[in-house]
């Protein structure tokens, strides 16, 4: 069921458009090198109820930007689908022999290692800030944690852009979607910092989980266990996997 | 044996009825043609047959894999040129070729040499490492009739196959497709609306309109049964004598005069002038011109549904069908 091949030329296709379009990767990282450049410079010297002193705002941060880099990138990924139904590419693609699940994973395949590749790039940069980089071992992991993050965003763009056919419904969702679940995650701060209902959305927001492990892993300070967020991480993973399959494989091409 | 079974396939987009209870079947090796204006419901029974779409009821036998039932088969049987462009303009033109084949899983070395081939056939050989982004629109179309035939489908669905081409690409795509059908014996299903494309090409033809098959049949038997030929006639002094002579004849179907021209309907008109030419010899009618018309399938179609093709006009309105068609489906 599952064919290597197809899996591959999907994934080198994103790889080669995704050299070709500079525009693209300035674009992906700028709104994370924004983010990381103000609000780590800007509130360096600020005390952040819930954050330990002796940690630091920018160290703190850091994973957290990361998280959003992933997030944003992977929801790119369902953008791609809906570029390419809209422009007649998707279904030479349903045509061929390559299996719907095959077909799904070298989406996912290409998605993550974009998304991968961003994140890494946000993470040397965020030395030239001050960021104080962990082990290599440590990095190893977190690149993993990434991973799993970017699995989960992946495939929920994957379901939305089989649900929603057309760019601009799927953009409308996906920005609602997407800066709710930034601002909800403790990307910026502390979730306990936020009002009682509102935390309640924050945990079940994948991305809060996704970037407590990166900050347990990273510079050894989560809300949870490091086990039990790659569980839920995991878990979610796996979940959406399915969840992606079975649309695109329900919905129809056209 | 069949290539391809149709039973009673319909499709329904809310109240629009695209596809309308159509059956018909298709021989292993032969060109079939889908003919009918823009809108008529063509391109939705390839997109049934090529599984893009499911059918709302009915079904369909695929090289013998049923459509619903066994879709991944039905794909590895096929190759398909869709009427809307379908290339990646982000790759170059030997990208999106050398994609679509390894999808196929055609080895390196066989791939190198049949992307050789197809840019051949459709004169790409120097644009092939242009990205698409930069092709004109007959370039495009070009490149993606090279995709759907670097695989050597079975069975080779085109969909407005030469739409938009230039006279000389057309004819050579033509050509091409002809020696795939001879060579390879792929069945090849094609639409189109171009009437002497279907007559070229096609060894049967089906007349679509309105989502049903109104006529079935070889273009020659078609253009038979429909319409005779027209002799027209230009002849000096009176033409009661000839009239007369040429009534109860069974090869004559219609005839009217008007002073010195006469217009025949009749049955196999190169066979038959000589008879004319007898008869109005014996009835003493002096014929100074005559002139030999014979039916095109356009005039089958203006026959069968009382409109002729509807091209740019159809295709307008084809195209407001086609959006209402689109949302329908959100």
């Known amino acids: 069921m599952i064919q290597f091949t197809a899996i591959y030329v999907l994934w080198l296709r994103e790889m080669i458009k995704y050299v070709r379009a500079k525009s693209r990767i300035v674009g992906a990282v700028a709104m994370p090198i924004f983010m990381l450049v103000f609000l780590g410079l800007g509130f360096r010297q600020v005390e952040v109820p819930g954050i330990p002193g002796e940690i630091g705002y920018i160290q703190y941060l850091v994973p957290g930007i990361l998280g959003m880099t992933i997030l944003f990138s992977s929801a790119y990924t369902g953008m791609g689908v809906i570029m390419d139904r809209q422009y007649g590419f998707l279904k030479e693609v349903l045509v061929t022999p390559a299996s719907r699940v095959s077909i799904v994973i070298g989406m996912m395949a290409g998605g993550a290692t974009i998304s991968l590749i961003q994140a890494t790039m946000m993470m040397v940069l965020s030395v030239l800030i001050g960021f104080r980089l962990p082990s290599l071992p440590q990095i190893a992991i977190a690149i993993v944690i990434m991973l799993l993050i970017s699995v989960i965003f992946i495939n929920i763009g994957l379901t939305l852009s089989s649900v929603l056919k057309d760019f601009h419904g799927f953009n409308m969702i996906i920005n609602f979607i997407v800066f709710p679940l930034f601002l909800l995650s403790g990307a910026l701060f502390p979730v306990a910092n936020l009002p009682g209902v509102i935390r309640v959305f924050s945990y079940i927001d994948p991305l809060t989980y996704g970037v407590d492990a990166l900050r347990g892993i990273m510079i050894g300070y989560s809300e949870f266990s490091l086990a039990m967020d790659i569980a839920i991480l995991a878990a979610l993973g796996a979940v959406t996997v399915f969840m992606s399959g079975y649309f695109f494989q329900k919905g129809e091409a056209l | ?330």
């Not at chain 2, 021989?27 to 391109?43: C, I």
């Not at chain 2, 390839?46 to 049923?66: H, K, W």
């Not at chain 2, 049949?114 to 092709?135: G, P, Q, W």
């Not at chain 2, 006529?215 to 253009?223: G, H, V």
């Open chain 2, 1 to 330: 044996m069949n290539a391809i079974v149709v039973n009673e396939l319909t499709k329904k987009f809310g109240d629009l009825i695209a596809v309308d209870n159509v059956s018909f079947s298709v021989k292993e090796g032969e060109l079939f043609g889908l003919l009918g204006p823009n809108g008529a419901g063509k391109t939705t029974i390839i997109n049934m047959l090529t599984t893009l779409l499911v059918p709302t009821s009915g079904s369909a036998l695929i090289a013998g894999f049923d459509i619903r039932n066994d879709p991944d088969n039905v794909r590895s049987n096929i190759g398909i040129i869709f009427q809307d462009p379908s290339l990646d303009i982000g790759l170059t033109g030997r990208e999106n070729l050398e994609f679509h084949a390894m999808m196929y899983n055609i080895g390196a070395e066989e791939r190198r040499t049949r992307i050789a081939e197809v840019l051949s056939v459709v004169h790409l050989e120097n644009k092939a490492d242009t990205l698409v982004e930069y092709y004109s629109g007959g370039m495009k179309r070009r490149l993606e009739i090279a995709r759907g035939l670097i695989h050597y489908p079975r069975v080779l669905f085109l969909d407005e196959p030469t739409l938009g081409l230039d006279a000389q690409t057309r004819r050579s795509i033509w050509d091409y497709i002809r020696n795939l059908n001879r060579e390879y014996k792929t069945t090849v299903i094609l639409t189109t609306h171009y009437m002497e494309e279907a007559d070229y090409l096609c060894e049967r033809i089906a007349i679509i309109d309105n989502g049903k098959i109104i006529a079935l049949d070889t273009p020659q038997r078609l253009k038979d049964e429909y319409k005779s030929d027209s002799v027209s006639l230009t002849i000096e002094g009176p033409s009661d004598p000839l009239l007369s002579g040429l009534k109860g004849k069974e090869w004559v179907r219609e005839i009217a005069a008007d002073n010195g021209n006469v217009l025949l309907k009749v049955i196999n008109g190169e066979d038959n002038i000589p008879h004319l030419f007898q008869i109005a010899h014996a009835t003493g009618v002096v014929i100074s011109s005559v002139s030999l018309h014979k039916p095109s399938l356009e005039d089958v179609f203006i026959h069968l549904t009382g409109a002729s093709i509807r091209e740019e006009d159809g295709s307008k309105r084809a195209g407001m069908r086609e959006k209402h068609r689109r949302r329908m489906m959100r």
